[in-house]
């Protein structure tokens, strides 16, 4: 089944304490995405990827950091999380860019306390 | 700044009446808009996209209409039945023209609920 998961589902942690938030996709896609969603100011883009070893920032990249060392996998750590960065995380991958249509993995649930 | 500003906020429609959801964008480089459709604790599903060179496409009940001028495109939602209950998020982006071209630009999204 083609699909993105996002591990893990929830996190509560705890302000300072670095995290990683993984992604993954089985569909060979080239462009993978990290967006939060907040209650008012829908989806935020934080980082995006066009392919192996490129990444770009995207509105939002403050306090994050990602790689993409493998075509499947696009983690996201947060090297020193704040309550700030307390949100609902997606990630997306589409086959070349945002022109595709992106699939969306099931959210991260964050707080940061 | 790239911004794509979405309306309402909220809707309440009776089953079988027609929704409607408003996007206006700044940015006349944006020549992909498309419609993501999300439901409680998912992630948003691409709905039906338009690219500039059309003013109106059609998908089952649900169609776009792009009035490139004025700079806005519109979700309209035939029959809406309790089914289409979620959010709707807009989005833009310059996909085919260079700047910012690998960035999708979102509407703060329209909390839609049918009732029967």
């Known amino acids: 089944e083609a699909q993105v998961t996002q591990n893990p589902r929830y996190l509560i942690t705890v302000t300072g304490k670095k995290l990683t938030v993984t992604c993954s996709q089985n569909m060979n896609h080239e462009y993978m995405s990290w967006y939060r969603q907040d209650p008012g100011l829908g989806l935020r883009q934080i980082y995006y990827?066009?392919?192996?070893?490129?990444?770009d920032k995207g509105d939002v990249p403050e306090g994050y950091k990602v790689s993409r060392k493998e075509k499947r996998n696009f983690p996201l750590i947060l090297e020193s999380p704040s309550p700030n960065q307390t949100s609902l995380y997606f990630c997306?991958?589409?086959?070349?860019?945002?022109?595709?249509?992106?699939?969306f993995g099931p959210g991260t649930r964050l707080t940061v306390t | 700044q790239q911004q794509v500003k979405q309306s309402p906020q909220s809707l309440i429609v009776q089953k079988g009446g027609i929704s409607i959801i408003n996007c206006a964008y700044e940015?006349?480089?944006?020549?992909?808009f498309p419609w993501y459709q999300q439901f409680p604790g998912k992630g948003p599903a691409l709905l039906i996209a338009?690219?500039?060179?059309?003013s109106e496409k059609k998908e089952g009940r649900f169609t776009i209409s792009f009035n490139k001028s004025a700079k806005q495109f519109s979700l309209h939602i035939m029959d809406s039945q309790p089914g289409d209950s979620a959010t709707y998020f807009c989005?833009?982006?310059?996909?085919?023209?260079?700047?910012?071209?690998?960035?999708?630009?979102f509407g703060k999204g329209t909390k839609l609920s049918v009732i029967p």
């Open positions: 990827s066009m392919n192996v070893e490129v990444t």
């Open positions: 989005a833009a982006t310059p996909a085919y023209s260079g700047a910012g071209s690998y960035q999708l630009t």
């Open positions: 940015n006349t480089a944006f020549d992909y």
């Open positions: 338009i690219r500039p060179d059309v």
């Open positions: 997306a991958s589409s086959l070349e860019g945002v022109g595709h249509e992106q699939y």
